[in-house]
């Protein structure tokens, strides 16, 4: 049966078989690194500016808030979770104790991708800023037609061979560049604190203007059902802004995925998650404040495209900062790939342990690392980043993570009414209060994303529910076990 579930209890007893065991490692600041390491990415050095400039005005730090928000309720309920079935996997391991295992499915293929193409388009990224950096034109390499991207490929096999060699060491990497990417931050939030002057942030929240967005399937899913027309600025436009933010949050999540290499998860994964959390809204509101403090919103309009963090600075005379902030953005996206490669190959690792996917890939090395699975995910991740064009994607990664963000929240409710007796180290506030409140907004911000986004993303849900039925279905180890215990006089 599809919808059977995976008890708590096997889900925790799987994770001891010798063969597919990993190495607990980690404490609650590895995870609070882990979290900060992957939210704190290129998207604060330039998603502020585009989305001030073309959407908020100001009012970016509010939608910055409505963002956080939204991830804070759902991180309560990924606590929780996580304290309970610290097992790798996150949202799919979670899934499949309380939904059971055709839902199980869905979000575990639905988790694939969005850190995989999460993973190629931030390589893309790191590559650009290496050009930046050092000098030289990017990192792509022409060969008649055919073009590869290097600098891609160079950043996912980096951080291919350091996730072979062990989570610690990934860990102790991370720490080492987030402490860089995090002074550039506060630099940024402390050198332009000077630059502040108050008319910049007069109108707080402009007067709406029709939108400029296209039409159809490039809509917001909400003006289309709804037949209103999009606008920039105002409360809508605040609004519609926190879902292009929520992208500058996307990550924190993955702490979930590391509990079982956790030595005490009951106790630390709730912190890394709430504190890494905590940590980013911090620093993001900051720099939002300071950002449109800098410059008025009608100038970084103006930049169009270009509009980055740099483009205040550069209009106050601090021309360095530009340097400094492609080096923070460069340090910034390093982790944020290591992170996400590291979630990738968990929730892949999780999917072949139950025999969802090939069972022996889930074997790990003489470093407690699914080495197979690392090294699968590590070249073609390395494909799509160094050869295909796939910067449109990136709402993809926005609606993948609502979407687990739902079923997470929803899932507490359940686990709650069905194993009330089971020991939580974490419980999450107001349930089911605060679960639904995290359900709203979420589904409300996956509204805001476009109809195309929407096609696409159930394009791929169809492609993995044929998978499931040809071959997860009948490899399933929940299942043999079953049949195993029916023809057992």
């Given at each position: 049966?599809?919808?059977?579930?995976?008890?708590?209890?096997q889900?925790?007893?799987?994770?001891?078989?010798?063969?597919?065991?990993?190495r607990?490692d980690?404490?609650?600041?590895?995870?609070?690194?882990?979290?900060?390491?992957?939210?704190?990415?290129?998207g604060?050095?330039?998603?502020?500016?585009?989305?001030?400039?073309?959407?908020?005005g100001?009012?970016?730090?509010?939608?910055?808030?409505?963002?956080?928000?939204?991830c804070?309720?759902?991180?309560?309920?990924y606590?929780?979770?996580a304290?309970?079935v610290?097992?790798?996997?996150?949202?799919?391991?979670?899934?499949?104790a309380t939904?059971?295992?055709?839902?199980?499915?869905?979000?575990?293929?639905?988790?694939?991708?969005?850190?995989?193409v999460a993973?190629?388009?931030v390589a893309k990224?790191?590559?650009?800023?290496?050009g930046?950096?050092f000098?030289?034109?990017?990192g792509t390499?022409?060969?008649g037609a055919?073009?590869v991207?290097?600098?891609?490929l160079?950043?996912?096999?980096?951080?291919?061979?350091?996730?072979?060699?062990g989570?610690?060491?990934?860990?102790?990497?991370?720490?080492?560049?987030?402490?860089?990417?995090?002074?550039?931050?506060?630099?940024?939030?402390?050198?332009?604190?000077?630059y502040?002057?108050?008319?910049?942030?007069?109108?707080?929240v402009?007067?709406?203007?029709?939108?400029?967005?296209?039409?159809?399937?490039?809509?917001?899913?909400?003006?289309?059902?709804?037949?209103?027309?999009?606008?920039?600025?105002?409360?809508?436009?605040?609004?519609?802004?926190?879902?292009?933010?929520?992208?500058?949050?996307?990550?924190f999540?993955?702490?979930?995925?590391?509990?079982?290499?956790?030595?005490n998860?009951?106790?630390?994964?709730?912190?890394?998650?709430?504190?890494?959390?905590?940590?980013?809204?911090?620093l993001?509101?900051?720099?939002a404040?300071?950002?449109?403090?800098?410059?008025?919103?009608?100038e970084?309009?103006?930049?169009?495209?270009?509009?980055?963090?740099?483009?205040?600075?550069?209009a106050?005379?601090?021309?360095?900062?530009a340097?400094?902030?492609?080096?923070?953005?460069l340090?910034?996206?390093?982790?944020?790939?290591?992170?996400?490669?590291?979630?990738?190959?968990?929730?892949?690792?999780?999917?072949?342990?139950?025999?969802?996917?090939?069972?022996?890939?889930?074997?790990?090395?003489?470093?407690?690392?699914?080495?197979?699975?690392?090294?699968?995910?590590?070249?073609?991740?390395?494909?799509?980043?160094?050869?295909?064009?796939?910067?449109?994607?990136?709402?993809m990664?926005?609606?993948?993570t609502?979407?687990?963000f739902?079923?997470?929240?929803?899932?507490?409710?359940v686990?709650?009414?069905?194993?009330?007796?089971?020991?939580?180290?974490?419980?999450?506030?107001?349930?089911?209060?605060?679960?639904?409140?995290?359900?709203?907004?979420?589904?409300?911000?996956?509204?805001?994303?476009?109809?195309?986004t929407?096609?696409r993303?159930?394009?791929?849900?169809?492609?993995?529910?044929?998978?499931?039925?040809?071959y997860?279905?009948?490899?399933?180890?929940?299942?043999?076990?079953?049949?195993?215990?029916a023809?057992?006089p």
């Amino acid at each position: 049966m599809a919808w059977r579930t995976k008890s708590v209890e096997q889900s925790i007893a799987d994770t001891d078989e010798p063969d597919t065991r990993l190495r607990k490692d980690l404490n609650w600041w590895d995870l609070t690194v882990f979290g900060v390491s992957v939210v704190i990415g290129a998207g604060i050095f330039t998603i502020t500016a585009s989305t001030a400039g073309n959407l908020t005005g100001p009012a970016i730090s509010i939608s910055f808030l409505f963002a956080a928000i939204a991830c804070g309720l759902a991180a309560l309920c990924y606590a929780e979770f996580a304290s309970t079935v610290p097992v790798a996997g996150s949202a799919y391991t979670f899934s499949y104790a309380t939904f059971g295992e055709f839902v199980a499915w869905i979000i575990g293929w639905d988790l694939i991708l969005e850190f995989a193409v999460a993973a190629a388009v931030v390589a893309k990224g790191w590559s650009s800023y290496l050009g930046t950096v050092f000098g030289f034109g990017g990192g792509t390499a022409e060969f008649g037609a055919f073009s590869v991207d290097w600098g891609a490929l160079l950043i996912i096999a980096f951080v291919t061979l350091i996730l072979a060699m062990g989570t610690k060491l990934s860990a102790g990497v991370s720490l080492v560049i987030t402490a860089i990417k995090v002074g550039v931050v506060l630099l940024v939030v402390i050198v332009g604190a000077f630059y502040i002057e108050a008319s910049n942030f007069t109108p707080f929240v402009p007067p709406a203007e029709p939108g400029e967005g296209g039409g159809g399937s490039e809509q917001s899913l909400f003006s289309l059902l709804t037949g209103a027309e999009g606008s920039n600025y105002g409360w809508y436009g605040v609004l519609a802004g926190a879902s292009i933010v929520f992208f500058a949050f996307i990550g924190f999540d993955i702490v979930a995925t590391t509990a079982e290499e956790t030595r005490n998860p009951q106790r630390d994964v709730s912190r890394g998650i709430l504190g890494s959390l905590a940590i980013v809204t911090v620093l993001y509101v900051a720099v939002a404040v300071v950002l449109t403090g800098m410059v008025s919103y009608t100038e970084l309009r103006d930049a169009g495209e270009d509009a980055n963090l740099a483009t205040a600075f550069s209009a106050n005379g601090v021309d360095w900062a530009a340097k400094v902030i492609s080096i923070g953005a460069l340090a910034g996206l390093t982790t944020v790939v290591i992170v996400l490669v590291l979630g990738q190959t968990r929730v892949l690792f999780a999917m072949s342990r139950d025999g969802l996917l090939p069972r022996p890939l889930a074997k790990t090395g003489k470093h407690g690392t699914p080495v197979r699975i690392t090294l699968i995910v590590g070249v073609l991740v390395a494909i799509a980043a160094s050869v295909f064009p796939i910067d449109k994607l990136e709402e993809m990664v926005n609606i993948g993570t609502l979407f687990a963000f739902v079923l997470v929240s929803a899932g507490v409710i359940v686990l709650r009414r069905t194993r009330p007796d089971l020991p939580r180290g974490f419980r999450a506030p107001w349930v089911p209060v605060l679960p639904i409140a995290a359900i709203v907004a979420c589904v409300w911000l996956m509204l805001n994303l476009t109809g195309l986004t929407w096609i696409r993303f159930l394009i791929w849900m169809a492609i993995g529910v044929v998978v499931y039925f040809l071959y997860g279905r009948r490899h399933s180890m929940l299942a043999q076990r079953e049949r195993a215990a029916a023809t057992t006089p």
